[in-house]
Nanobody
Framework: QVQLVESGGELVQTGGSLRLSCAAS????????VGWFRQAPGTEREFVSA????????TYADSVNGRFTISRDNAKNTVYLQMNSLKPEDTAVYYC?????????????????WGQGTQVTVSS
């Protein structure tokens, strides 16, 4: 089972940018699809973006499409989420999740490995 660690979350002003990283331990990371989800206080964990295990397919939530970009570097066992034009409503704990040989899926229950999350706070 792959283990995931998120990093890169911090406090940023509206309009700013951040790059989140999801680092994986274990072999064959290139065979894992990875999704990013986020959860604000008092809300359900929601889908943000995902990339397929081959890296060919990506998908985004409507709320972040055009502002966020997901990518992967299999040599570094890492998936990135570049977040631009950040808004206060992007404030949340961001989690990455993985599923071996998976597609770029939007469903939480599709993934079977999760990280602990990293806090992103966007000030107005």
């Amino acid at each position: 089972q792959v283990q995931l660690v998120e990093s890169g979350g911090e406090l940023v002003q509206t309009g700013g940018s951040l790059r989140l990283s999801c680092a994986a331990s274990g072999r064959a990371f290139s065979t894992y699809a990875v999704g990013w989800f986020r959860q604000a206080p008092g809300t359900e964990r929601e889908f943000v973006s995902a990339i397929s295990w081959g890296g060919v397919s990506t998908t985004y939530a409507d709320s972040v499409n055009g502002r966020f970009t997901i990518s992967r570097d299999n040599a570094k066992n890492t998936v990135y989420l570049q977040m631009n034009s950040l808004k206060p409503e992007d404030t949340a704990v961001y989690y990455c999740a993985a599923k071996q040989f998976g597609a770029a899926d939007t469903r939480r229950n599709f993934y079977d490995a999760w990280g602990q999350g990293t806090q992103v706070t966007v000030s107005s």
